[in-house]
């Protein structure tokens, strides 16, 4: 099973996949290893093809948001360990920090922070799911947007 949720946080979109997830609220103690990205997204009149790790979901992207071209201005593959702040994808100006809390049915539990220079933009808790990404809408930057995406 399959859901897609939208939900606004201070003028933030949030689409999140939720799907079950094995285990019951368990302390993650050996680290989920968790892909991020930092994805500038903007319309252009020839749009080059999405990197390599976003092409399962650029057509969603595309269709959800509204812009053809996608480029990842900061990537990270970590594993999170819990009790402990984790920085995720950055890049010059923004950053993402990740707060492992635990792992239920619905998946890995977290709490974002999303800053711009130090800043906070954003501050919510989330559930990452093994079966699809969680992608936030940021802020828009000057003909783009950013997208946050685990």
Not at 19 to 44: E, H, I, Q, Y
Not at 124 to 134: E, F, H, I, K, V
Request: hydrophobic letters at 45%.
């Amino acid at each position: 099973m399959h859901r897609t949720f939208f939900a606004a946080f201070t003028g933030v979109a949030l689409l999140l996949a939720i799907a079950p997830f094995a285990g019951a609220d368990k302390p993650v103690r050996g680290g989920k290893k968790v892909w991020s990205g930092l994805v500038m997204a903007t319309n252009a009149p020839r749009p080059r093809p999405a990197p390599a790790e976003m092409h399962r979901f650029d057509r969603t992207l595309q269709h959800t948001f509204g812009y053809n071209q996608f480029d990842l201005i900061g990537v990270s593959r970590k594993a999170l360990q819990s009790g402990e702040a984790n920085w995720l994808a950055t890049s010059k100006h923004f950053s993402l920090r990740v707060d492992p809390r635990g792992v239920s049915r619905a998946g890995y539990r977290v709490n974002l922070q999303l800053f711009q220079d130090r800043q906070l933009l954003l501050e919510t808790d989330a559930t990452l799911s093994q079966s699809g990404p969680l992608v936030i809408r940021g802020p828009q930057i000057g003909a783009g947007q950013l997208l946050l995406l685990l």
